[in-house]
């Protein structure tokens, strides 16, 4: 069992967090959720259908030794059954994978009809000193400004069909940030990931009339230099938003990629949200397997199958206990298209139940032109 003594460790301190949190005054923290999700993925009704189930536990634990310091350990706990399960070692070794400079991910037990996996997918300690702080481990490095693609997030993207993973993905980094006011910071970081790719570069974001703007450059996945801009602020009583990144080829060849996004996301007074966002990529990622929709391993520059990709999405609280929505996606260079309408409803303070849709209808190569993938979720929090 491919398992390390400190992770025990971990899963021991996180079980008895609660109680001392109880017997100091915050000390110690612990949140966290349980969720059960039930999966259907089918090409149409009238063809076969692969069932799947999710148990998927996360812990987020948080230490505070001292007033200048805090430690953040959070782990995934998930347990694979079903179809897909049972397809042999394929999938197991996909939910395996690390992509992160050091492997934290195990597969704890693996049968043939299910198998356990447990992720350290945060781990990292920080320390403040005036305005300067400097974090190291593996964490979070969120400088998107966008809603749904982030070309600015080049220390870790992630899949916004992933709904299930609220946290979104890490890197093992160390970051500098010192804040020269209230509105404005000064950042420097570096990543390595598990094939000892470097991503350095640093930040500048300030506020301008209204406007978070910010600018950075540096060094992408030891291929490319990067330099980018993004903007958050307000634009005829709606939020306008978006981002910018130019990426250019280190290594002699003659190519380079732009990405741009921009969008606006509104509130209305009968408790809607209306969010809008397009983007241009110069040199779109080819579309050659359905789960790169899903995938952890794409960079920043890899963010659009299709020159010209468009996105609304419209939400509506019903009720106080019931929201539903819809999202779609337009892919013209893939002929296609993705939409996505859910229902979230509030069983208790601090337990939901969700419906949710992923219907995705492309053509590009030999991949399915049709995928429909039909969610059920119950989600308890802590």
């Given at each position: 069992?491919k398992?390390p003594?400190?992770?025990?460790?971990?899963i021991?301190?996180?079980?008895?967090v609660?109680?001392?949190?109880?017997?100091?005054?915050?000390?110690?923290?612990?949140?966290g959720?349980?969720?059960?999700?039930?999966n259907?993925?089918?090409?149409?009704?009238?063809?076969?259908?692969?069932?799947?189930n999710?148990?998927?536990?996360?812990l987020n634990?948080?230490?505070?030794?001292?007033?200048?310091?805090?430690?953040?350990?959070?782990?995934r706990?998930?347990l694979?059954?079903g179809?897909?399960a049972?397809?042999?070692?394929?999938?197991?070794d996909i939910?395996?994978?690390?992509?992160?400079?050091?492997?934290?991910?195990?597969?704890?037990?693996?049968?043939?009809?299910?198998?356990?996996?447990?992720?350290l997918?945060?781990?990292?300690?920080?320390?403040?000193?005036?305005?300067?702080?400097?974090?190291?481990?593996?964490?979070?490095?969120?400088w998107?400004?966008?809603?749904?693609w982030?070309?600015?997030?080049?220390?870790?993207?992630?899949?916004f069909?992933?709904?299930?993973?609220?946290?979104?993905?890490?890197?093992d980094?160390?970051?500098f940030?010192?804040f020269?006011?209230?509105?404005?910071?000064i950042?420097?970081a570096?990543?390595?990931?598990?094939?000892?790719?470097?991503?350095?570069?640093g930040?500048?974001r300030?506020?301008?009339r209204?406007?978070?703007?910010?600018?950075?450059?540096?060094?992408?996945?030891s291929t490319?230099f990067?330099?980018?801009?993004?903007?958050?602020?307000?634009?005829?009583?709606?939020?306008?938003r978006?981002?910018?990144?130019?990426?250019y080829k280190?290594?002699?060849?003659?190519?380079?990629?732009?990405?741009l996004?921009?969008?606006?996301?509104?509130i209305?007074?009968?408790?809607?949200?209306?969010?809008?966002?397009?983007?241009?990529?110069?040199?779109p990622?080819?579309l050659?397997?359905?789960?790169?929709?899903y995938?952890?391993t794409?960079?920043?520059?890899?963010?659009?199958?299709?020159?010209?990709?468009?996105f609304?999405?419209?939400?509506?609280?019903?009720?106080p206990?019931?929201?539903?929505?819809?999202?779609v996606?337009?892919f013209p260079?893939?002929?296609?298209?993705?939409?996505g309408?859910?229902?979230d409803?509030?069983?208790?303070e601090?337990?939901?139940?969700s419906?949710?849709?992923?219907?995705?209808?492309?053509?590009?190569?030999?991949l399915?032109?049709r995928?429909?993938?039909?969610?059920?979720?119950?989600?308890?929090s802590?």
């Amino acid at each position: 069992m491919k398992i390390p003594v400190f992770l025990t460790g971990v899963i021991i301190i996180a079980l008895n967090v609660k109680i001392l949190a109880q017997q100091e005054k915050n000390p110690l923290s612990l949140k966290g959720y349980v969720t059960n999700i039930q999966n259907a993925m089918f090409d149409s009704l009238s063809g076969t259908v692969s069932y799947n189930n999710i148990l998927h536990n996360r812990l987020n634990f948080k230490g505070y030794p001292c007033r200048n310091i805090t430690l953040g350990i959070e782990v995934r706990n998930r347990l694979f059954t079903g179809d897909l399960a049972r397809t042999g070692h394929f999938y197991s070794d996909i939910i395996e994978k690390d992509n992160g400079w050091l492997d934290m991910s195990w597969n704890i037990i693996k049968e043939n009809s299910f198998f356990l996996n447990t992720t350290l997918d945060r781990f990292w300690i920080s320390f403040k000193m005036g305005k300067l702080e400097i974090s190291t481990g593996r964490q979070r490095i969120n400088w998107g400004q966008a809603i749904v693609w982030n070309p600015n997030d080049i220390f870790n993207t992630y899949s916004f069909f992933d709904f299930d993973y609220i946290e979104r993905p890490g890197s093992d980094a160390i970051r500098f940030q010192y804040f020269t006011s209230s509105s404005s910071v000064i950042e420097l970081a570096a990543k390595a990931d598990n094939e000892d790719r470097i991503t350095a570069a640093g930040l500048f974001r300030f506020n301008f009339r209204g406007y978070d703007i910010q600018f950075l450059g540096g060094y992408s996945n030891s291929t490319d230099f990067v330099a980018g801009t993004g903007w958050s602020g307000s634009l005829f009583n709606a939020s306008f938003r978006g981002e910018a990144t130019w990426f250019y080829k280190l290594n002699g060849e003659a190519n380079s990629t732009l990405i741009l996004t921009s969008g606006i996301d509104k509130i209305f007074e009968n408790n809607s949200i209306l969010q809008i966002q397009v983007m241009y990529s110069s040199r779109p990622v080819d579309l050659y397997d359905f789960n790169l929709f899903y995938s952890g391993t794409l960079s920043a520059k890899d963010l659009a199958f299709s020159k010209f990709t468009a996105f609304g999405n419209f939400t509506w609280a019903i009720t106080p206990l019931l929201n539903t929505g819809i999202s779609v996606m337009w892919f013209p260079d893939l002929k296609g298209y993705f939409a996505g309408p859910s229902f979230d409803y509030s069983l208790s303070e601090n337990m939901d139940f969700s419906v949710i849709w992923q219907h995705f209808n492309i053509h590009t190569g030999s991949l399915k032109s049709r995928m429909n993938l039909a969610f059920l979720r119950l989600k308890y929090s802590f």
